[in-house]
Nanobody, 115 residues
């Protein structure tokens, strides 16, 4: 199994930057895709960014050009660099990975963008 632990959330102002980190523990050798999702109050959880084992990335249209997902080769860490943050980016952000035994989620980290 794989356990994920996020960090790096917080309260920022519009236009600020924030970097989220996610550390993977356990059977990390079995991880292939890693991703960030977010869920705003009253909304469904949505995909923000994904990076597959070959390094190919894809992003939600709402964050393209502002957010960047990256990972280290050992599958130990995945990051989400968020620039030009907007109030509509406010949500709980979840780390996710796909691995041989299925899927794992982190506990979530709150990001609030407000002036």
């Amino acid at each position: 199994q794989v356990r994920l632990v996020e960090s790096g959330g917080g309260l920022v102002q519009p236009g600020d930057s924030l970097r989220l980190s996610c550390a993977a523990y356990g059977s990390i050798y079995s991880i292939y895709d890693m991703a960030w999702f977010r869920q705003a109050p009253g909304e469904e959880r949505e995909l923000v960014a994904r990076i597959v084992s070959g390094g190919v990335t894809n992003y939600a249209d709402t964050v393209k050009g502002r957010f960047t997902i990256s990972r280290n080769n050992a599958n130990r860490m995945v990051w989400l660099q968020m620039n030009e943050l907007k109030p509509e980016d406010t949500a709980v952000y979840y780390c996710n990975c796909q691995h041989r035994a299925g899927s794992s989620w982190g506990q979530g980290t709150q990001v609030t963008v407000s002036s």
